[in-house]
């Protein structure tokens, strides 16, 4: 408790070990602690949400608290949020949600426990030295602390998945419930076998999370095509759109399509244009730039103005040129930055960026050509027979599952170098940046099918698991792991790890994990995940395929 700091939920994490000084992903210790605090009253929500008596009705007041909860958990993913101010308006709210919640129970006459996290009523003045007794390292023991931890991190990937599906109009009480419930067992359980079966819970919801986004999704913009994305410019100002929000994006093309100007998708937004309405939009110019992480470079030659809809933020260089034209909005926070805010029927006011659009240069152009994607799992059923031929004439031998994140490392070279070592009768299945690794390379086709199969986002891992399953349905199989599909997947931030627990839970074996083991697992719990589940990491290229019998 004596460093800065403290934070490992990132793959990045300083020494695979912890951020103790300052973050590796730009944020400073106030923003660290201001987060560990946040985190800590959301916990005393959840314990008094589920007192056994307080009323669990499903009404206006808690569809409110759940909207509050899920943005208040985005909001501390790494990457999303960096503006304290913004995170302590949420601590202000969170503690007057918990007082409400604590009058309602004590009005019933009920005796409620001693409970710091149900009394402390702090200052903003407070707010810093409270965070620092409330941290991770506030648990001494490190396999409960693992367990714990996991399992927050769970809850925070499949809070980003519920926030988007509710813009589109799609909720589930049942799923917010249990966020509720599992954020007071945090709190206080530390039973070991109680905190390993709510993980696994947590992975169980966090399938029913992704379905329900995926229902979002194409129930209001249809079901992804195969789509090809340009990757050059126009000779037109624009906006590049980056993040994981496609409500965002549709309201700006819709603002902007009069207006002079193009749209380009960066990074996570790629997947904006394999949906039939959103593609439709003819100013929805192309896809610009890499993964998240080059976006300091990227975004100085863009030359135009930047939206961020969510993570994932790098903290601009004090002499980047384009500091002053990037905005924010939902979760998001930056200090200095514009943020955007919806009105009470979710709409938002994108004028003031498009107006400063048409004040800029149009794009640089930074390379030229097409990748190709939109294989979401419906898009792939349409293609099952012509799949599955090819499975049984030899012509595909293994899918390979390469889904996750990219990042900053020079160890994530591996991914790119694994997918040109892969023998030209297997075919990637993959969704989330972690595809910038090798979308763009000649990878060919296998009688038509591509070598590089791209779901989407991560958010769209769901499709994976749905093409796993119904090619286990096709081929007559008991076991989802008898399939001739290996898992080969890079994690970065939160969102990865609900993919993760939502595999196990679906019963997925043996998947690899890289580029590094996450920093959370205590090596107790790792063995348990290493025992039950055959999780391990990677090591080279040439053993992993060995080991993949590739």
């Known amino acids: ?17 912890g951020c103790k000084i300052s973050g590796v992903c730009g944020k400073n210790p106030l923003v660290a602690h201001a987060q560990d605090l946040l985190i800590y009253m959301l916990k005393g929500i959840g314990v008094i949400a589920n007192h056994k008596t307080c009323d669990k009705k499903y009404c206006d007041n808690r569809k409110k608290i759940h909207a509050f909860v899920n943005d208040s958990l985005f909001c501390t993913i790494t990457n999303a949020n960096f503006d304290v101010e913004s995170i302590y308006s949420r601590i202000d709210k969170a503690l007057e949600i918990r007082n409400w919640f604590k009058e309602r129970v004590l009005s019933k006459g009920v005796t409620l426990p001693k409970l710091d996290v149900l009394e402390w009523n702090g200052t903003r003045e407070q707010y810093d030295e409270k965070a ?21 991190y769970g809850l925070k990937g499949m809070a980003a998945y519920l926030e988007h599906a509710s813009r589109l109009g799609f909720v589930d009480g049942d799923i917010n419930e249990y966020i509720l419930q599992t954020l007071g067992l945090i709190m206080t359980c530390n039973d070991a076998d109680k905190l390993t079966a709510s993980v696994l819970k947590t992975g169980e919801m966090g399938v ?48 902007s399509q009069d207006a002079g100007i193009d749209i380009y998708t960066h990074s996570e937004m790629l997947p904006t244009h394999y949906y039939p309405k959103l593609k439709r939009y003819s100013h929805l110019k192309g896809n610009y730039g ?50 955007i805010v919806a009105d009470e029927n979710g709409r938002k006011d994108f004028s003031e960026i498009i107006a400063l659009a048409k004040t800029c240069q149009s794009p640089k152009e ?13 898009q792939v059923f349409a293609l099952a027979d012509k799949v599955v031929d090819a499975v049984k004439n030899g012509a595909i031998r293994k899918f390979v599952v390469m889904a996750g994140c990219d990042g900053r490392m ?12 892969l023998p030209k009768d297997c075919v ?41 399953l119904k090619l286990k349905e096709v081929f007559g199989l008991d076991d989802i792991n008898k399939l001739p599909v290996v898992y080969n997947i890079a994690w970065y931030e939160q969102k990865a790890v609900i993919v993760l627990l939502a595999l196990l839970s679906l019963g997925v074996k043996n998947i690899h994990l890289g580029p590094t083991l996450p920093a959370f697992l205590s090596p107790n719990v790792a063995k348990v995940l290493v025992e ?7 090591t080279t290229v040439e053993e992993d395929l060995k080991i993949f019998g590739i």
Not at 223 to 252: M, Y
């Open 1 to 17: 408790m004596n460093e800065k700091m403290f934070c490992f939920q990132c793959q990045e994490t300083a020494g695979c070990v």
């Open 132 to 152: 620092m007794t409330v941290g991770v390292l506030s648990e001494n023991n490190e396999d409960i602390r693992s367990l714990k931890e996991l399992n927050m």
């Open 208 to 255: 029913s999370a992704m379905a329900l986004l995926d229902k979002a999704n194409t129930t209001t913009y249809g079901n992804p095509e195969i789509t090809e994305v340009n990757i050059g410019v126009g000779t037109r100002p624009g906006i590049l759109v980056s993040g994981h929000d496609l409500n965002d994006i549709q309201q700006l093309l819709e603002q």
């Open 290 to 339: 890499n993964a998240w992480w080059k976006q300091r470079e990227e975004f100085e030659s863009f030359n135009g103005p930047i939206l961020f809809t969510t993570n994932c933020i790098v903290p601009p260089t004090a002499n980047a040129s384009y500091k002053d034209r990037v905005f924010t909005t939902n979760s998001t926070g930056f200090p200095g930055w514009k943020h």
């Open 366 to 378: 930074i390379e030229t050509g097409k990748i190709v994607g939109g294989f979401a799992h419906n």
């Open 410 to 421: 020079k160890n994530r070279e591996y991914y790119t170098e694994f997918a040109k070592a």
């Open 428 to 468: 990637i299945l993959t969704a989330g940046c972690a595809k910038y690794k090798y979308n763009k390379l000649d990878l060919g086709d296998i009688g038509g099918i591509p070598r590089v199969l791209d779901a989407g986002q991560c958010n769209d891992s769901y499709s994976l698991a749905l093409i796993a």
């Open 532 to 538: 039950n589940f055959g999780i391990s990491g990677i």
